[in-house]
């Protein structure tokens, strides 16, 4: 199975890509984005207007529709709704197509999922900051004790993800940070946020239950193997799933690979993404390490073998 804290895209074109790389069929039911446990509280929100962050244009939109979200909306609809919001961005050819006629005066933003990593952090922070203070009417007036706040949801919280540049770049987490620091200058306060994405336990005992669903569909049980072993190349985020085991970590323990240890995970991390070996020893110790995946497969199956 593969579980990613990527996404911006449908998990079928994923798959389709992914498959054409590796010269092998990879199929949704084994792979999880990021955002694919949004799936899981679609239908909390089917009615609700929601607006859908990150990605290119309207993408993220229509994979939120295929999710079940029938009322999503994004930044660039706000924007050429009003293009005062944001006076400083303006909008594109190709940006204006993709767009949704809304008067989000008279419409209600229930929730905001930051699906992605963010284009334009300047104008989604702003959007963002306005649907928060004004109890989702985006410019209302602000509204300081709120019956039912926005609810803030964001999929993937590594702060660094490698990328084709030489340094790592700014992910997800790092556009968390930037949304907290402005909401806080501007209020005095934390606003409150609901954080999915490795290694949070809800993402990991969602990537369960579908492996357990992978395992029915390949032996007709679907159970989970005794023990499980997770690749991954970021200390920080643990990108680790590795034990059926139920546990559930604490704050401290659940962004990092100490957690995953802490649960008698099997964590592998390989020298090939964001972890670089000439920096020093990862912060928190992997059960192994790899060069690279093709290793790491291999020394995860004499380990296996070894225990039988």
């Not at 593969?2 to 074109?13: A, F, R, V």
């Not at 990879?26 to 949004?38: D, G, N, R, V, Y």
């Not at 649960?263 to 992997?286: D, I, K």
């Not at 020394?299 to 296996?304: G, Y």
Request: aromatic share 10%; with cysteine.
């Amino acid at each position: 199975m593969y579980l990613t804290n990527g996404g911006g895209m449908s998990e079928e074109m994923r798959c389709q890509k992914l498959s054409q790389k590796l010269g092998t069929e990879i199929k949704p039911s084994q792979f999880l984005q990021a955002h694919t446990i949004f799936k899981a509280t679609a239908h909390k929100y089917a009615d609700t207007p929601v607006l859908v962050l990150g990605g290119k244009d309207d993408v993220l939109r229509k994979v939120a529709e295929g999710y079940g979200f029938r009322k999503a909306y994004t930044t660039l609809d706000v924007l050429a709704w009003d293009p005062t919001v944001w006076p400083f961005h303006d909008l594109s050819a190709e940006e204006r197509l993709s767009t949704k006629a809304v008067n989000f005066s008279q419409t209600r933003i229930g929730a905001i999922f930051v699906f992605h990593d963010p284009r334009n952090w300047a104008l989604d922070i702003q959007v963002m900051c306005d649907a928060i203070q004004s109890a989702g009417i985006i410019g209302g007036p602000y509204i300081h004790n709120q019956a039912k706040p926005v609810e803030l949801v964001f999929a993937n919280p590594d702060l660094i993800w490698r990328s084709e540049f030489e340094r790592p770049r700014l992910g997800q987490g790092g556009f968390r940070e930037a949304f907290g620091a402005v909401y806080k200058a501007l209020t005095g306060a934390d606003y409150p946020y609901t954080q999915y994405g490795k290694p949070t336990t809800a993402t990991y005992d969602f990537a369960k239950r579908v492996l357990a669903d992978r395992v029915g569909e390949l032996y007709g049980m679907p159970q989970l193997p005794a023990s499980i072993y997770m690749v991954g190349d970021n200390p920080e985020s643990g990108a680790l799933i590795a034990s059926a085991a139920d546990v559930h970590t604490d704050e401290s323990d659940r962004v990092d690979i100490a957690g995953a240890n802490k649960a008698g995970w099997n964590s592998v991390l390989v020298h090939t993404g964001v972890y670089e070996p000439a920096e020093g020893p990862p912060r928190h110790t992997p059960t192994f390490e790899a060069e690279n995946v093709e290793e790491a497969v291999k020394m995860a199956i004499e380990k296996a073998a070894g225990e039988q």
